[in-house]
C-alpha cells in the first residue's frame, strides 16, 4: 500500500514522463499500433490528394489521427506521475475515441454507399455529439483522482462514449450485412466481407479493451484491444492491393517494409519471456502476411514494368511499320499518277494535235469522231484525277495550292474542253463572267476539277436545253453557278448527293455511267479551300443548279 | 508566231512525249533542242542558250527540281522563263518549284500540247 501511495508522488524526471515507468507489454503493443495508424493516415491522405473521389482517404486518415492520439497519450499516461497531465490527456481520450469509431462507421458508409451522408443526418449527429463535447472539460466527465491506481475516475460520459462505439459497431455491421445482400455485383460483394470484418474487430478488439479496463480496472492486461490495429491495416492492405479502394493502385514499399520494422523493433521491449511467447505468434502471423504481400506487390510491379516494356517495344514496331507503309502508300500515288497519265497526256495531245490540223485535214466525219474521242479521252484523265483525288483525301495527303489565278480563264478552259460533248447533245453551253478578270488565290487545277465535275454532270444529266455558267464577285468572295435544264433532283435527295460513290436514284437510266465521286470530291477540294458547296432543284424534270463559294483570298488553306 | 525563231529547250525523257512537243513546237514556229536527262539538259543549256526551257520534273538520276536548282545557278539563266512539267501536279511540288524559281507549272495531261505552246508564248511575250 505504501509504496503504491508513494509511487504516485515519486518525483519526476526532468521531462514529464519517463519510459522506465511504462510496463514493457504497454509499450509494445501502443507503438507499432501508433506508428502503424499515422503511416497508414498520411499514405491515405497522400494518396487522395489531387482526386474528386477522396473523401474516404480523408475520413479514414482523421479517423486514424485520432487513435493515434489515444495511443500516444496512454503512453505518456502510463509514464507520468503527474496527475493534471493524466487528467487532461485522460479526458481527451474519452472525447476521441468515439471519433474514431464514428469516423470508421462514416468510412465504411461512405465506401459502401458511393455518396456522403446528407446534411440533416450531419446535424443530427452533431447534435448527439456536442453536449458530450461541452461536458469533457468539466467535472461531470472525469469527477476525481484515484491515488491507489494513478488513474481517474470516470463518470458517465465516459459511458456515454461506449454507448456512441457500440452503436457504431452495430451500424457497419448492420449496413454491411443489408449492402451484401442487395449487391449484384461479385466484385463489389468481396469488397465489403474484408472492409467489414476489419473495421468490426478493429473497433471491437479496441473496445473490449478499454471496456474491460473500466469496469474491472486491470489496465495492463486489457491493452491486447490495440493488436486489432494491425489486423484492421492487413484487411486496408488486402483491400488496396486486391481492389484499388482510396485510390491506391499499389501499396507502397515503404509502408510495408516500415511495419515490419516496427514489429521487429517493438520486440525489444518485451523482456518477460512468458510474454515474448505470447507475442511472438501473433507478430509471425503478421510478418508471413506482410511478407506475403511484399512479395506480390514486388513481383506485381515487376510484371507491369515488363508489360510496359514489351508494349513500348510493341508501340514502337507498330509506328515504325505505319510508317513505312505510310511511305509506300505516297509512293504508290505518284507512281500510279504518273504511269497512268503519262499515256494519257500522249493520247490527249496527238489527237488534240490531229483536230488542230496539224497533220492535214479532216472530212467533216472523221473530224467529228475524232472531237468524240477527244471527249472520251478527256473523260478518262477526269476518272483518273477523280481517283487519284479521292486516294490522297482519303489518306489525309490533298494539298492545296496558294497561287492567284484569274478564274475565268479556268471556266473558258472548262467550256471549251466540254464543248464538243455538249455540241454532241445538242446542248448550248456558254458561261457569264462577272468581270473579265476575277482573280483568286488557290488551287486553280484542283478548282478547274470541281467546275468541270460540276458542268460534266449538268451536260451528263439534261436532255435538251442549255448548261450555263455564272461567276459572281462579291467583296471578299466568289459564287458560281452551274444552271442546267436538264432532269433536276428530288429535294429530299439532295443532301445525299455529296456523299462518297452516291447517285441519284434512277440516275443510271439517265446516265449509265458515273462513279457518284466527282461530287464527293467537288466537296472536299471547296472544303479545302473554306468555301461551301450545295445544289437546288425544284424537283424532278425541273432542272437544277449546283454551286459553291469560295473565299477570293482565304487566310490559310488547309489540305 | 516569233519573227525570228526562238530557242526552246524540252528537257523530257519520255521519248514519245518529246517526238510530240517537238513536233508542236517546231510547228509553232520554235526551233527545238531536246534533251534527254537532267544531266544533258545542264550540259545543254549553256551551249544552246535557249529563251525559255521546258523542264520535266520525274526524271531519273537528276530530278527537274534539281535541274532547276543547278539552271538558276548558272549565269545567264537567272532570268530565263522555266517553265516545270509533271503528271503530278500536287499542291507541294508546285509550291516546291516555285521556291526554286520556276516561272510556271503545267499538268502534262491537264493541257494541249497547243496550251502548252500558248502558255510559252505568254510568258515570253510578259519579258
Not at chain 1, 247 to 255: K, Y
Request: aromatic share 10%; glycine share 8%; net charge positive.
Amino acid at each position: 500500500m505504501e509504496s503504491v501511495i508513494q509511487f504516485c508522488f515519486e518525483e519526476t524526471q526532468a521531462i514529464f514522463f519517463a519510459i522506465g515507468n511504462i510496463p514493457p507489454f504497454i509499450l509494445y503493443t501502443h507503438l507499432p499500433a501508433g506508428i502503424i495508424a499515422v503511416l497508414i493516415a498520411f499514405f491515405v491522405l497522400h494518396k487522395g490528394r489531387g482526386n474528386a473521389n477522396n473523401l474516404p482517404n480523408k475520413i479514414l486518415s482523421l479517423s486514424l489521427f485520432f487513435f493515434a492520439y489515444w495511443v500516444f497519450a496512454n503512453v505518456i499516461i502510463w509514464g507520468t506521475v503527474m496527475t493534471d497531465v493524466i487528467m487532461f490527456l485522460w479526458s481527451l481520450q474519452i472525447l476521441f475515441e468515439p471519433m474514431v469509431y464514428m469516423g470508421i462507421a462514416y468510412m465504411v458508409f461512405n465506401m459502401l454507399s458511393g455518396h456522403d451522408l446528407s446534411f440533416k443526418i450531419k446535424i443530427l449527429i452533431a447534435a448527439l455529439f456536442i453536449p458530450f463535447v461541452l461536458i469533457i472539460p468539466t467535472k461531470l466527465n472525469l469527477f476525481g483522482f484515484n491515488l491507489t491506481e494513478c488513474i481517474p475516475i470516470e463518470t458517465y460520459p465516459a459511458f456515454y462514449s461506449y454507448v456512441l462505439e457500440v452503436s457504431s459497431i452495430v451500424f457497419i455491421a448492420i449496413l454491411s450485412i443489408v449492402r451484401y445482400r442487395k449487391e449484384s455485383d461479385i466484385t463489389t460483394k468481396k469488397k465489403i466481407i474484408p472492409l467489414a470484418f476489419g473495421s468490426i474487430f478493429f473497433l471491437l478488439a479496441f473496445g473490449s479493451g478499454n471496456l474491460f479496463g473500466s469496469l474491472t480496472g486491470e489496465w495492463v492486461k486489457t491493452q491486447f484491444g490495440l493488436l486489432g490495429m494491425p489486423i484492421f491495416a492487413a484487411a486496408l492492405a488486402y483491400l488496396v492491393v486486391k481492389y484499388r479502394i482510396f485510390n491506391t493502385r499499389l501499396l507502397s514499399t515503404e509502408v510495408l517494409v516500415g511495419g515490419l520494422w516496427l514489429l521487429v523493433f517493438s520486440l525489444i521491449f518485451v523482456r518477460r519471456i512468458e510474454i515474448i511467447l505470447w507475442i511472438l505468434v501473433p507478430t509471425l502471423v503478421l510478418l508471413i502476411a506482410m511478407g506475403y504481400l511484399l512479395i506480390r506487390t514486388t513481383k506485381r510491379e515487376v510484371k507491369q514494368r515488363q508489360q510496359l516494356e514489351r508494349l513500348s517495344g510493341e508501340l514502337y514496331e507498330a509506328n515504325k511499320k505505319l510508317k513505312e507503309l505510310d511511305q509506300l502508300k505516297t509512293e504508290f500515288l505518284s507512281i500510279a499518277s504518273h504511269q497512268l497519265r503519262t499515256p494519257l497526256s500522249g493520247i490527249k495531245g496527238y489527237l488534240s494535235m490531229m483536230i488542230d490540223g496539224d497533220f492535214g485535214k479532216f472530212s467533216g466525219e472523221q473530224a467529228g469522231i475524232l472531237d468524240r474521242v477527244k471527249a472520251e479521252v478527256d473523260r478518262l484523265v477526269r476518272l483518273v484525277q477523280d481517283f487519284l483525288n479521292v486516294s490522297r483525301i482519303e489518306s489525309g495527303k490533298l494539298q492545296i495550292a496558294q497561287l492567284d489565278f484569274n478564274f475565268c480563264d479556268i471556266v473558258k478552259t472548262v467550256i471549251t474542253e466540254l464543248e464538243p460533248t455538249a455540241k454532241t447533245k445538242g446542248l448550248e453551253l456558254t458561261y457569264i463572267c462577272d468581270k473579265d478578270q476575277i482573280i483568286i488565290t488557290g488551287d486553280s487545277d484542283k478548282l478547274k476539277d470541281v467546275v468541270v465535275n460540276l458542268v460534266d454532270n449538268a451536260i451528263k444529266y439534261t436532255k435538251k436545253g442549255k448548261v450555263w455558267i455564272e461567276i459572281k464577285k462579291f467583296k471578299d468572295e466568289i459564287q458560281v453557278e452551274v444552271h442546267d435544264s436538264g432532269v433536276g433532283v428530288n429535294p429530299k435527295e439532295i443532301g445525299k448527293l455529296f456523299n462518297k460513290f452516291q447517285r441519284a436514284k434512277g440516275i443510271a437510266k439517265v446516265s449509265p455511267s458515273g462513279t457518284g465521286l466527282g461530287l464527293y470530291t467537288a466537296k472536299k477540294i471547296v472544303s479545302a479551300h473554306h468555301g461551301d458547296i450545295w445544289a437546288e432543284s425544284k424537283g424532278e424534270g425541273e432542272g437544277s443548279v449546283f454551286a459553291f463559294k469560295i473565299p477570293i483570298k482565304p487566310v490559310n488553306i488547309k489540305g | 508566231m516569233a519573227e525570228k525563231k526562238s530557242k526552246i529547250l524540252i528537257i523530257e525523257d519520255e521519248t514519245m512525249l518529246q517526238n510530240m512537243y517537238q513536233l508542236k513546237f517546231e510547228k509553232s514556229g520554235f526551233e527545238v533542242i531536246i534533251a534527254e536527262d537532267g544531266e544533258a539538259g545542264i550540259d545543254i543549256a549553256p551551249k544552246e542558250k535557249p529563251k525559255v526551257i521546258l523542264l520535266d520534273i520525274m526524271m531519273p538520276k537528276l530530278d527537274g527540281f534539281a535541274v532547276l536548282e543547278a539552271l538558276r545557278k548558272m549565269p545567264g539563266f537567272k532570268k530565263t522563263p522555266i517553265i516545270l512539267m509533271s503528271n503530278l501536279g500536287q499542291a507541294e511540288d508546285v509550291t516546291k518549284g516555285t521556291d526554286l524559281g520556276a516561272t510556271d507549272y503545267v499538268v502534262k495531261s491537264n493541257n494541249t500540247p497547243a496550251q502548252i505552246v500558248a502558255k510559252v508564248e505568254a510568258v515570253l511575250h510578259k519579258k
